[in-house]
């Protein structure tokens, strides 16, 4: 039972502590955020081309039927 009672408090200490990161895992974290968000600027970046060159399409045979 005492062994349980240490275990609990050593468990609470360590969450009242909160986590701790050493600088490279912190780099690493850092850099996938990083990763994640110009990847999906980058694909944002592509469709905004896309359907730009769509409607340009699009324009073109409308003003040829015109």
């Given at each position: 039972?005492?062994?349980?009672?240490?275990?609990?408090?050593?468990?609470?200490?360590?969450?009242?502590?909160?986590?701790?990161?050493?600088?490279?895992?912190?780099?690493?974290?850092a850099?996938?955020?990083?990763?994640?968000?110009?990847?999906?600027?980058v694909?944002?970046?592509?469709?905004?081309?896309?359907?730009?060159?769509?409607?340009?399409?699009?324009?073109?045979?409308?003003?040829?039927?015109?």
């Amino acid at each position: 039972m005492k062994n349980l009672h240490l275990f609990i408090c050593i468990k609470y200490i360590i969450l009242k502590r909160g986590v701790k990161m050493s600088i490279s895992e912190s780099i690493l974290v850092a850099l996938f955020c990083m990763l994640v968000v110009f990847s999906v600027l980058v694909i944002l970046w592509a469709l905004i081309r896309l359907f730009s060159s769509v409607i340009q399409l699009i324009e073109k045979n409308n003003e040829k039927s015109l």
